[in-house]
């Protein structure tokens, strides 16, 4: 019997890792809920007055797949983009567990139950700690990335939130 290259792939390898074609579902699930939230609250016209609320709905809902994919991933060397994502993923989880056992289920948003500058510092707070652990090798897997654009968004609106209105409102117009 040959022996087996160290870069061969068996059959046993590739059926115990994870499916790309749940993962897309679990995805493509996100995003539409996310566009059923943003349709029934109105949010989704031409110009697009709340962009920066959409985009935070938008995020969360793919926040609370983040858990459940990369919970599934067969690498189990992560960087920090994974677990942005996971922290962020469940502290939305978290949040809405919290929401239905005081029995607020109905007047929750289960995508952004944090607001926005809460969600954003804690993020950052995992962001440093992670740069200052070393966990901060880089990987171009596209959960990492994924997770990077993820926690750089929720920071960029939190340090946005600090700008005062009356600075954004003279910019507009």
Same mark, same amino acid.
């Given at each position: ?15 115990? #890792?994870?499916s790309? =074609? &749940?993962?897309?579902?679990?995805? @493509? ?6 566009? $059923?939230? /943003? +349709? ?16 935070a709905?938008?995020?969360g ?17 992560? #960087?920090?983009?994974? =677990? &942005?994502?996971?922290?962020?993923? @469940? ?6 567990? $919290?929401? /239905? +056992? ?29 740069w ?5 090798v880089?990987?171009?897997s ?9 926690? @750089? ?6 340090? $946005?939130?600090? +700008? ?10």
């Amino acid at each position: 019997m040959p022996p087996k290259r160290a870069g061969a792939r068996t059959a046993s390898t590739t059926a115990s #890792g994870p499916s790309p =074609l &749940l993962n897309a579902i679990l995805l @493509l699930g996100s995003v539409g809920y996310a566009l $059923a939230i /943003l +349709v029934s609250r109105g949010r989704v016209g031409w110009p697009p007055h709340q962009l920066l609320a959409s985009s935070a709905t938008v995020a969360g809902c793919l926040a609370l797949v983040g858990p459940i994919v990369l919970a599934r991933a067969a690498s189990a060397e992560g #960087g920090l983009g994974e =677990l &942005l994502w996971m922290t962020g993923g @469940l502290l939305i989880w978290v949040f809405d567990f $919290a929401a /239905l +056992v005081r029995g607020q289920w109905e007047t929750t948003a289960w995508a952004t139950p944090l607001d926005s500058q809460t969600m954003g510092l804690i993020i950052l707070a995992v962001l440093v700690a992670g740069w200052r652990s070393r966990m901060a090798v880089w990987s171009w897997s596209w959960t990492n990335v994924t997770g990077w654009v993820l926690g @750089l968004f929720w920071v960029g609106i939190a340090l $946005a939130s600090w +700008v005062p209105s009356r600075i954004v409102t003279a910019a507009t117009h």
